[in-house]
Each structure stands twice: as structure tokens, then as C-alpha cells.
């Protein structure tokens, strides 16, 4: 589903001087996978999660997406592909504050009809995603009246608005009290099971590895410990 090649990106800080965030890391993720990714800050993980999802192009090395090499693709076909297969949760907090828990959930769907790709407004759809996320009573809330955990379940009912085959998280209960870790877990274990969705997770708490199918620990730029 994801394959990354021998996969690498350096960052130029500098003329001098370069960081090797992701060295040469070659890896399979297989549909139905839980991945977990694990690692010390600044071991390469969001550079990693971000190279799986086409989000960073890599310094050399291939990133396929369901069969396709998607840098071989011109920029209008790469985010179509990416539009369709995959759902992004970033390590920061990405609600817009001025649109309403149902607004926000929506957005996927306003940017594809901005493009002409679909007249449908998404507001069925979002209404059922906060209600599967538990937040029915909150469509009308904006991020600011709700709890940090809430919001965190609001970012995942959008990450499922385009109906994605990939979920791509990036510490997504970093900020969050240890029960609602759980809760928010939970739902990525209910997600994975019930919508078959395949998950990338980074987290940089190792008791979480136990929700995932596959660990993967990253040191200095690359895997570490876990299977190709
Ligand atoms: N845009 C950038 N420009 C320059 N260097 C960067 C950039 N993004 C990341 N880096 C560097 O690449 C390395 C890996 O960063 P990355 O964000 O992937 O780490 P991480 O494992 O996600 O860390 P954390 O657990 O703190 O989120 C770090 O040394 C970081 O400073
Ligand atoms: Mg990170």
C-alpha cells in the first residue's frame, strides 16, 4: 500500500551545514497494518510519517503509494492520490478556530469541491463522523469550547471525511491526560477494526505499541527495530 525505498531527506540549514533527518529507510506497509513509530525526539519520525504520506519530498530514494511512484506524478495527480488514500492527523493542533466542530470536519470535502470534484457539501457525512467520534451534541461548538481531547476526536473525524484507506497520525494524544489517551486510542483501535483502515502512528509513549500490529523504533534517521 506504502512503500518506502530506500527512502532519505537532508535538510540544508545552512551552506555548511545539513541535517540527515531520514537516512535510507526502506519499509512495506501492508493494508490492515497498525504501524507504531517510535523513537526519541528528533529520531526522524514526522520526517518519516511525512515522506509515507507524500507530504515531503524525498532527498533520493522512492516513495510508492498503491503502486504508483508519487513524485513521478505532476503536482494536480499527486494530491488527487493523496486526497483519495490517505487521511493526515498532525503533531499540532490544526482546527480552525472560526469554523464550527461541523465546519471543520467538513473541510476536506469544500477543498475537493473548490477543485469541481464533487458538488455533494459533506454535511451528511461529517454530522455521522462527530457522531461515530462521540460529539454529536458539539456540530454546532467551536474548537475553543471544547476540551482537548475533544478537539483531538474532531481532527479524527475529519481525517476520516474523504473516506481514506491510510490514516496517517503524528503524536496524536501527546496532549492529552491519560484517560483520554485511552478513549482516543480506543478509537483508533475501533477505526483500524471496524472501517478496516490501515494506521502510521507516531507516538513517543512505548506503552501505546501495545494498540499496534507492527513496532517501529527509529534512532539518528532510521529504523532501528522493527521488520522491513
Ligand atoms: N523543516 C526542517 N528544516 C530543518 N531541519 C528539520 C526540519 N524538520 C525537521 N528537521 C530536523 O530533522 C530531524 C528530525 O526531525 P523530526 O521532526 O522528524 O523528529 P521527531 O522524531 O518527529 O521529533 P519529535 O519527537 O520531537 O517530534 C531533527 O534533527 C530536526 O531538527
Ligand atoms: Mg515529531
Known amino acids: 500500500m506504502i512503500e518506502l525505498q530506500n527512502v532519505a531527506k537532508t535538510y540544508q540549514i545552512s551552506q555548511e551545514n545539513l541535517v540527515n533527518a531520514v537516512r535510507g529507510v526502506t519499509t512495506t506497509i501492508d493494508p490492515g497494518e497498525f504501524v507504531v513509530i517510535t523513537g526519541r525526539s528528533g529520531s526522524g519520525k514526522t520526517t518519516l510519517l511525512n515522506l ?12 510508492i503509494l498503491d503502486g504508483v511512484d508519487l513524485w513521478g506524478l505532476s503536482d494536480s495527480r499527486q494530491s488527487a492520490l493523496r486526497g483519495k488514500s490517505l487521511g493526515f492527523i498532525f ?16 473541510l476536506p470535502v469544500t477543498f475537493r469541491s473548490a477543485e469541481g470534484a464533487r458538488d455533494n ?7 455521522a463522523l462527530l457522531k ?12 475553543r469550547q471544547l476540551s ?5 476526536r474532531v481532527v479524527i473525524a475529519r481525517a476520516l471525511m474523504n473516506d481514506p484507506k491510510v490514516l496517517l497520525a503524528d503524536e496524536p494524544t501527546s496532549n492529552l491526560d491519560e484517560q483520554t489517551e485511552r478513549e482516543i ?4 483501535r475501533e477505526i483500524h477494526t471496524e472501517r478496516q483502515l490501515t494506521v502510521v502512528m507516531v507516538t513517543h509513549t512505548t506503552q501505546l505499541i501495545s494498540y499496534g500490529t507492527r513496532a517501529i523504533e527509529m534512532a539518528n534517521g ?4 522493527g521488520r522491513n
Not at 457539501?121 to 454530522?127: N, Q, W
Not at 461515530?132 to 474548537?143: E, H, M, N, Q
Not at 482537548?148 to 483531538?152: I, M, V
Not at 532510521?222 to 527495530?225: A, K, L, R, Y
Open 52 to 63: 509515507a504520506a507524500g507530504l515531503t519530498k524525498p532527498t533520493s530514494g522512492k516513495v
Open 91 to 106: 503533531q499540532f493542533p490544526s482546527l480552525l478556530p472560526a469554523l464550527t466542530t461541523l465546519d471543520n470536519v467538513r
Open 121 to 127: 457539501d459533506g454535511t451528511d457525512r461529517a454530522a
Open 132 to 143: 461515530s467520534v462521540g460529539l454529536s451534541d458539539k456540530a454546532k461548538a467551536y474548537p
Open 148 to 152: 482537548a481531547g475533544q478537539q483531538q
Open 185 to 188: 486510542m480506543e478509537l483508533f
Open 222 to 225: 532510521q529504523i532501528i527495530n
